[in-house]
């Protein structure tokens, strides 16, 4: 079948991206779904600075590739062996389909799946080579095996999660990564306990998700940070207790907490950052890091805060989220009104204004975008 996609060819750092447009909308061929796998009638797709990493060649992925990996959407079919999602099932999307049976997945850490790791890392789906090509015949990879800024998506039942049908899609679609991610860090890896502090580094849709995962599980005081004044007022907004800019952070933080925080979240992607954080905690305390640093970034802190001050500074990738588990139940704290994502929805953009909604995001004026890529938002 023929589907509409927003297209990487090659990296590219020059802006504004709106007028540069290194992302194209073309029409490509989309294979039936396989043994395992479904078709998706993708309804939003969230944008999200992973995106961006892609594009500007921070995270160096196989092109050409399709774009797009924080979605939700209506299954359309269902091939042979798919015993987890039905046609009409709304569906949330998945950027780690852990395969259930390797060392991490038994384990209960499904977003480290060594299989999921390998296929995404080709630009496959987990079941086997990418199901895209072009109008030459050649062939087009899947991001993470989602591939979500397209009208439609064919990936692994492994990588959508059933949602209720009544649940907004431009709510729903940030909860496959954004909130996977953010709350998933505080709740997951951190295991922050009602009462103790938190301060979040960076405020884009992980890092607010972040504010409102530790708000959800009862911290005080949870402090945001970022230089930007309306991304503090939205922190607070959500929950956030304090906000600062950077330059006013460690000692505003030394003081609201008597020394030092016992969780800071770095969302920002940044060494400097994450060395700022070990020094925003106090002895023994965490510092969990989901932001994604260039490759040839270093990280240089002093190495006495380990040993000598008891402190930890932990890797969360996805969260360390149990999708099935996890998106359902923030989902509920969305009901209870503990997790109002929808504050973080910027704007919805048709599929042809990706480049648009790119520079948007670089430029930090934007959260969370969603990108009505098939017309279902509008109709």
């Not at 774009?67 to 987890?84: K, N, Y």
């Not at 940044?270 to 106090?282: G, K, W």
């Not at 989902?331 to 042809?352: K, Q, S, Y």
Request: hydrophobic residues 45%.
């Amino acid at each position: 079948m023929k589907t509409r996609a927003a297209i990487l060819r090659r990296v590219s750092a020059a802006r504004p991206y709106s007028e540069t447009r290194p992302v194209e909308v073309e029409e490509l061929e989309l294979g039936a779904p396989r043994e395992g796998e479904v078709l998706v009638r993708v309804a939003a797709a969230s944008l999200c600075h992973s995106d961006l990493s892609v594009v500007n060649g921070d995270r160096v992925r196989p092109l050409p590739m399709a774009l797009g990996h924080e979605a939700v959407g209506v299954v359309q079919e269902t091939g042979p062996g798919v015993s987890r999602v039905r046609p009409g099932d709304h569906v949330a999307m998945v950027f780690v389909p852990s395969c259930g049976f390797c060392a991490d997945c038994a384990a209960g850490r499904p977003a480290l799946c060594a299989q999921a790791a390998a296929s995404n890392g080709s630009g496959g789906l987990l079941h086997g080579p990418s199901l895209l090509t072009d109008a030459s015949g050649t062939p087009v990879h899947h991001q993470l095996g989602v591939s979500a800024f397209s009208e439609y998506a064919v990936l692994a039942q492994e990588s959508v999660v059933p949602i209720p049908k009544d649940i907004p899609f431009t709510v729903a679609s940030m909860f496959g990564c954004a909130v996977l991610t953010g709350a998933g860090a505080v709740i997951n890896t951190a295991a922050l306990r009602p009462g103790q502090s938190a301060v979040v580094y960076g405020l884009g849709g992980v890092g607010l998700s972040a504010v409102l995962g530790a708000c959800a599980a009862g911290a005080y005081p949870v402090i945001a940070v970022d230089p930007v004044p309306e991304k503090r007022e939205l922190a607070l907004q959500l929950g956030a207790t304090h906000a600062y800019d950077p330059a006013e952070a460690i000692d505003a933080v030394r003081e609201l907490t008597d020394g030092g925080a016992e969780l800071a979240v770095e969302a920002v992607g940044s060494p400097r950052v994450m060395a700022q954080c070990l020094t925003a905690v106090a002895r023994g305390g965490k510092v969990v890091s989901v932001g994604l640093p260039a490759p040839d970034r270093v990280l240089e802190v002093p190495a006495l805060a380990f040993a000598g001050e008891g402190k930890s500074l932990l890797g969360s990738y996805m969260g360390d989220a149990v999708p099935r588990r996890d998106i359902p139940r923030f989902l509920d704290l969305w009901r209870a009104g503990l997790m109002p994502v929808e504050r973080m929805h910027t704007g919805t953009l048709p599929l042809d204004d990706i480049n648009t909604a790119l520079e948007e995001l670089a430029s930090g004026r934007a959260i969370r975008q969603v990108i009505d890529t098939s017309g279902m938002l509008t109709g």
